[in-house]
């Protein structure tokens, strides 16, 4: 089929005006991404008004919109500093921080969107600097968990100014010199044999102690049976010089016996004095 070149243009025109309006309507729409703010700009000018997530209309050819992320990112700096005696420590921090959603338009505007190695890195690295002078290399890590407290304070206030907040920073690692580490290790040992020393000799004197008070007691038995045997002598001489005239009750000054009280127990016994017989020739007589 033939067209004439009239018929031609009129469909070039109506193709040309087709895509214009796409392209146009394509440009007046710009979606900011969730976690992200919109920050507006006409003809290089930064707006003071930021765009929220969604789908938003915006004057194209004349408006441009930067998506700033305000999601929450890490920046990890190995970073080699000085402790308070002097040591090198290398050390591995993991920072969390996110932009805030107002600072988006100045943060685009003052440091771009090469903020982290503009801004973010630079603070890390500072405040952990000074964060490790202010402590010994053993108190690094003893009190780890204060010194990742006192670097976070330390970021936080070098990054609020430029509309940063962080949100927690992390220690991964420590590193410290071959000499330091073997001087730590020999210093632990050495602690652990004081420790093991300690205990012995409190373990001795335990066992030295049992010892005492086993021979103390040992002792008092020993006291107490050469006693008992003692008062029976004296009552087995007092039974054997008695003419039965002696008192009933007898005393050497120290003890107190009972004539009657020894007379039946033996009598139940059924042991035999010479006293006892003695005693009872001595009566029969008299009869």
């Keep these: 089929m033939n067209l004439n070149p009239r018929t031609i243009k009129k469909v070039v025109v109506s193709v040309v005006a087709a895509l214009a309006i796409v392209i146009v309507g394509a440009s007046s729409l710009h979606a900011v991404p969730a976690g992200h703010t919109g920050v507006v700009t006409r003809f290089g000018a930064v707006d003071d008004a930021v765009l929220g997530e969604g789908l938003h209309v915006v004057i194209p050819f004349?408006?441009?919109?930067?998506?700033?992320?305000n999601q929450v990112t890490k920046a990890e700096v190995l970073s080699a500093s000085a402790s308070k005696d002097l040591q090198t420590?290398?050390?591995?921090?993991?920072?969390n921080y996110r932009i805030d959603a107002p600072s988006a338009?100045?943060?685009?505007?003052?440091?771009g969107v090469n903020y982290e190695n503009v801004v973010v890195i630079p603070a890390i690295q500072e405040a952990v600097k000074s964060v490790m002078a202010q402590y010994t290399a053993e108190e690094l890590i003893t009190m780890r968990q204060t010194v990742g407290a006192e670097i976070q304070e330390e970021i936080s206030g070098k990054l609020a100014p430029y509309g940063f907040s962080t949100q927690s920073v992390n220690i991964v690692d420590f590193q410290f010199s071959d000499e330091f580490n073997a001087a730590i290790e020999a210093k632990q040992t050495a602690q652990q044999n004081a420790l093991k020393a300690e205990q012995d000799l409190a373990r001795v004197k335990v066992e030295a102690?049992?010892?005492i008070?086993?021979?103390?007691?040992?002792?008092?038995?020993?006291?107490?049976?050469?006693?008992?045997?003692?008062?029976?002598?004296?009552?087995?001489?007092?039974?054997?010089?008695?003419?039965?005239?002696?008192?009933?009750?007898?005393?050497?000054?120290?003890?107190?016996?009972?004539?009657?009280?020894?007379l039946d127990s033996a009598a139940s016994s059924g042991t035999s004095y010479a006293g006892s017989s003695a005693a009872q020739t001595s009566a029969g007589s008299a009869e």
């Design 89 to 95: 420590v290398n050390s591995t921090v993991a920072l």
């Design 213 to 262: 008070t086993e021979a103390q007691a040992e002792a008092e038995s020993y006291r107490l049976k050469s006693q008992e045997i003692t008062d029976q002598m004296l009552k087995m001489e007092f039974i054997d010089k008695w003419d039965g005239k002696l008192p009933v009750v007898v005393s050497d000054g120290q003890s107190l016996f009972s004539i009657d009280a020894i």
């Design 62 to 69: 004349v408006t441009r919109v930067i998506d700033m992320n």
């Design 209 to 211: 102690e049992q010892k």
């Design 105 to 111: 338009a100045s943060v685009y505007r003052n440091i």
